[in-house]
């Protein structure tokens, strides 16, 4: 039996205010981006998933207090660089709000914190335990242990930022993650349409001129959205580091080290980096 579903359009609850403290030319960006955030969720709310999906999070409306921490932290200015993740993870921004969110770099590296509540539907065998998940995600902790060990986050953050295509963690009825990719055809073009024109939008408003899909569809996805955009974005890849990859366990770390330096970005990275992408 097809269990389709609908989910709220945007953050359930007020976000405390102890944890916005931007800059007032700080503030106009990041609201935009937030704004721009909530008009995808207020898009895709419409959609209905058949099976195979069971239950959607979405950690952009539950974990709403430490998504905006993170944006109204970090989306201090226009950014040359986008790091593109496809969706959340169920031990990453499923728990904190944050792409490549795991909790031990969210809370004591990244400084975001705020409650996390229940989502409104919830599977047994993927609580939401917030900041408090004592299961690490190895893809973040591979993804933000890299930029980790080059400074601290204000280096990272002054030319670059961190997105996901679409908001959405899609579970079976088991509890198993299901990625985008998985869903059917017609609701999978459907959902990355929607998330295609949004990053349209998201990258203009932050005057990106480099794109980094991290995994192969992340990539692909943005070179689709992306193509034919003024003034034009240049895309590019990133070896995704989940541990379901025989390559980035073999080592995540030295790979994008290698390619981060083909694209001319290590420079970004470092204190002194002055350097601008190519």
Known sequence: MAASQTFPLGPTHEPASALMEPLPCTRSLAEGFLEEELRLNAELSQLQFPEPVGVI????????????????????????????????????????????????VVRDWLGVGGPVLTPPQEHPKRPVLGLECPQSEVSGARFWGFFRTRGQPQVFFRHCFVHNLCPLLFLAPSGRNLTPAELPAKQREQLLSICDAALCRQVQLLGVRLVVGVGRLAEQRARRALAGLTPEVQVEGLLHPSPRSAQANKGWEAAARERLQELGLLPLLTDEGSARPT
């Open 57 to 104: 999070y979405n950690p952009v409306d539950y974990a709403w207090e430490p998504h905006r921490n993170y944006v109204t932290r970090y989306c201090q200015g226009p950014k040359e660089v986008l790091f593109l993740g496809m969706n959340p993870g169920p031990f990453g921004m499923a728990q904190t709000g944050v792409p490549f969110g795991e909790v031990n």
